[in-house]
């Protein structure tokens, strides 16, 4: 029993060295900004002819696949980094939450997936050439916490306008300035 648990820690081991080793790569980095350039374009609702089948099937029709992609570099990237280090840095939480609502567009629900190009932040670093793109990634990134705490108080606030006007404007507001016939009243 013992042996084989050696055996399974080492193996283990040699998984996370070149697991970490290939995450770390510029070459990830790359891939990974292509698929989110991809995952992008995929959001819009582009119009597009007919005579472009491939590439209107490239574009647009491959969510799911961008989606299961970024739920695989969630499982990984849980499987090398400590359960700790996720849970207590913004990029660690930000990726479980990207493999959360990747997971969950993969069944219809409510679609968040444009919150995933923030990824972009923590991939731009890494491309050579992009000339002070590290200062303005490790700046922004500096900020998050100022930038989370903007984030909770706009979101308690419109929740508490909302449910002020709700409970104060509900159901009063049902004039138009168009009757029926779709033409302006003037009085």
Same mark, same amino acid.
């Given at each position: 029993?013992?042996?084989?648990?050696?055996?399974?820690?080492?193996?283990?081991?040699?998984?996370?060295?070149?697991?970490?080793?290939?995450v770390?790569?510029?070459?990830?980095?790359?891939v990974?900004?292509v698929?989110?350039?991809? /995952?992008?374009i995929?959001?819009?609702?582009?119009?597009?002819e =007919? =005579?472009?089948?491939?590439?209107?099937?490239? %574009? %647009?029709?491959?969510?799911?696949?961008? /989606?299961? %992609?970024f739920?695989?570099d969630?499982? *990984?990237? +849980? =499987? $090398?980094?400590?359960?700790k280090?996720?849970?207590?840095? %913004?990029?660690?939480l930000?990726? !479980?939450?990207?493999?959360?609502?990747?997971?969950? /567009?993969?069944?219809d629900?409510?679609?968040?997936?444009?919150?995933?190009m923030?990824? +972009?932040?923590?991939?731009?670093?890494?491309?050579p050439g992009?000339?002070? $793109?590290?200062?303005i990634?490790?700046?922004?990134?500096?900020?998050?916490?100022? $930038?989370?705490? *903007?984030?909770?108080?706009?979101?308690?606030?419109?929740?508490?306008i909302?449910?002020?006007? !709700?409970?104060?404007?509900?159901?009063? +507001?049902?004039?138009?300035? !168009?009757?029926?016939?779709?033409?302006?009243?003037?009085?």
């Amino acid at each position: 029993m013992a042996i084989q648990l050696r055996f399974l820690r080492n193996l283990y081991k040699k998984y996370k060295e070149k697991t970490e080793k290939i995450v770390n790569s510029k070459i990830y980095a790359v891939v990974n900004i292509v698929i989110l350039i991809l /995952s992008a374009i995929s959001l819009s609702n582009g119009r597009f002819e =007919s =005579s472009y089948a491939i590439i209107n099937y490239l %574009f %647009f029709e491959l969510d799911k696949m961008y /989606s299961i %992609f970024f739920i695989i570099d969630c499982i *990984i990237n +849980l =499987s $090398i980094t400590p359960i700790k280090k996720t849970l207590t840095t %913004f990029w660690g939480l930000f990726n !479980v939450a990207v493999g959360i609502i990747s997971y969950c /567009s993969l069944y219809d629900l409510p679609n968040f997936t444009s919150i995933r190009m923030w990824l +972009l932040i923590k991939y731009l670093p890494t491309i050579p050439g992009l000339k002070y $793109i590290q200062t303005i990634c490790s700046a922004l990134g500096n900020s998050m916490p100022i $930038i989370k705490d *903007i984030g909770i108080f706009t979101g308690f606030f419109f929740t508490s306008i909302g449910l002020l006007s !709700v409970a104060f404007l509900g159901g009063r +507001l049902t004039y138009r300035c !168009v009757d029926n016939t779709s033409e302006f009243n003037m009085k």
